[in-house]
């Protein structure tokens, strides 16, 4: 698993709070904090690895030929944006999907 993910997969906090909340203001950050317990060092590392290491992935430099007019400085806004979907839901659901690679294991024999 790339360590830019790892903190996903020991921690309860829902993938898509890391998606959604993870780029936007300082409020996010305090209500993630007050409401749902996240501390803010880990909103912060959030959005460093959406502003730095995601950009750097080789999973992101081969995919964002796919994506025309990304903003990356809006991550990962900018990507869940161009996702087509009848509802919200299913948008975070395809994006979610659409990032699964990140966070699988490649297996070896």
Known sequence: MPASVRFLGRRVY???LFVLVSPRGTN??????RHLGVPVRTVDRWRAWWR???RSTPFWQIERAHF????????PASILERF?????LQR?????????PLNCRVLRP
């Not at 996010?28 to 904090?33: E, F, G, H, N």
């Open 68 to 75: 025309v007019q990304i903003c990356e400085q809006q991550l």
């Open 92 to 100: 975070l659901l395809l994006f979610l999907r659409f990032l699964l």
């Open 28 to 33: 996010s950050a305090s209500w993630l904090t």
């Open 52 to 54: 730095r290491d995601f």
């Open 84 to 88: 087509q979907a009848q509802s919200p």
């Open 14 to 16: 829902l993938a898509a």
